[in-house]
């Protein structure tokens, strides 16, 4: 579903945060990315949908190549990757229905169709009765839950989750990753996350790796990695 090949990424300053990175994940499959700071995970996952655009190498989501793509190919093709973040990024002037119809707005969905679509999405993650609320009076659990309809209002094939639970409480990191498993089972979607939290990737993902200096030392199922010295 999402294979990286030889993703080479330099800021200007010298620093290679991504030093030839391989990296495939299967349809349905839920891999996180863990290392230090500084080690390129924001960077290889935001290469991904071509936040950052990488130097060299290749992108393929669903089997397009998105490193090929032009501007409103490549617009369409985002639709279907969806992204979360330790922050959510919602619009604080926006109600909930209103941040999760965004994507819809900006996607041409006609405003008849857009109400349907919103109830639907705030069902899944359940804050059917928040609708009208604005994000300023949601717990941080109830922002990230927001954050997560509208990266699915699209139908994304692919979640990416930027340090999604770091910004959360243990509980409530507990919670968001009970969610993203179901919606991983439910909806078939694959994700792909960085953390720093070990505890998440031994929670949710089926497989795991670690980046270090911009290469991916180490990939593989989740035991074995983290029962590494
Ligand atoms: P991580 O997410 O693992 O902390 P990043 O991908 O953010 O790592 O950063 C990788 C390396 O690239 C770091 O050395 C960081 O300082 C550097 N870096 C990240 N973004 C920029 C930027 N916009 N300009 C210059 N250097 C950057
Ligand atoms: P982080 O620092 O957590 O990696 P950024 O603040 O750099 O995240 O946000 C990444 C990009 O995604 C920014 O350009 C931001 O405006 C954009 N973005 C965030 N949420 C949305 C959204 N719902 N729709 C479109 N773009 C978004």
Do not use: W
């Amino acid at each position: 579903m999402i294979e990286l090949h030889r993703l080479r990424k330099t800021y200007p300053g010298g620093v290679a945060a991504l030093d030839g990175v391989d990296l495939h994940v299967a349809p349905g499959e839920i891999y996180g990315v863990v290392g230090r700071s500084g080690a390129g995970k924001s960077t290889l996952l935001r290469a991904v949908n071509l936040l950052e655009r990488p130097d060299s190498g290749t992108v393929r989501v669903a089997g397009q190549e998105l490193t090929a793509l032009g501007p409103a190919e490549l617009r369409a093709a985002r639709r279907r990757i969806g992204m979360i973040f330790q922050q959510f990024h919602l619009l604080s002037a926006r109600t909930v229905a209103g941040n999760v119809a965004l994507p819809l707005e900006l996607a041409g969905v006609a405003r008849s169709q857009r109400a349907g679509r919103v109830r639907e999405l705030l069902d899944l993650v359940g804050l059917a009765d928040k609708a009208g609320e604005h994000p300023a009076r949601l717990s941080g659990g109830q922002r990230q839950r927001v954050a997560i309809a509208r990266a699915l209002a699209t139908d994304p094939a692919v979640l990416l989750c930027d340090e999604a639970t770091s910004a959360l409480d243990p509980y409530t990191t507990v919670e968001i990753l009970h969610l993203l498993r179901d919606l991983n089972r439910r909806l078939g979607l694959t994700i792909l996350l960085i953390t720093h939290d070990l505890g998440v990737v031994e929670r949710i993902c089926d497989r795991a790796g670690v980046l270090d200096a911009g290469r991916l030392v180490e990939s593989g199922p989740v035991g074995g990695l983290l029962d590494e010295p």
